[in-house]
């Protein structure tokens, strides 16, 4: 299935799977042309609409019985894509609130906060999704299905989750008019306890993200 049949008229809108690979490429689509970055001041508000839009199509694969693939080995989706570039453009665009702290189980207990990036998280998302929609483009559609299901569970559905909550914070931040405390050295290469992040959870001022957001700046 190439991308010119991808949403070809004699698909069924209602069909699962052409819901949920209208939802995977819309993702695509979206946070590829928000890497490139022409329109930073929408970049944050963009990428939280798609984030939770995805989540909805994983809360539906999660959802949803197991889906069991046609064949026993995976075939040969090709080459995967280099998520270098869209990694890095990301982490430009999103600075100085690309990193933030993260608690991969909470029901794992006492489990510490650990640093994790926005850009990272995003990339690893495409990765996943990417490696689902060239089975899908290629006709496999069960294989697709099959894989975005797994990998919901096992990485891009903890991962997106994660990432929305960092988005919808630095969005609360910036319209509840509350900066968030000085940046001093956080960085995901460190490994800081909970006290270090704490207090060191990122300067997001007002007027460095709310103004580029077209938002009243703190006072």
Known sequence: MSDATLHATDQNPDDFAVQIADQVESFLVAVTEVAKGDEPESAVPFLLLEVSQLLLAGGRLGAHED?????RYEPDSGPEPDEDELRENLARLLDPIDVYSEVFDPYEPRKAPVPARISDDLADVMADLRHGMAHYRAGRTTEALWWWQFSYFSNW??????????LQSVLAHVRLNQPLAELDGLDTDQGMGDDTLEFEAGRVMAEEIGGPLGMRPAT
């Open 67 to 71: 889906i069991v693939p046609d064949e």
């Open 157 to 166: 559905g903890s991962t997106a989750s994660a990432t929305l909550r960092a």
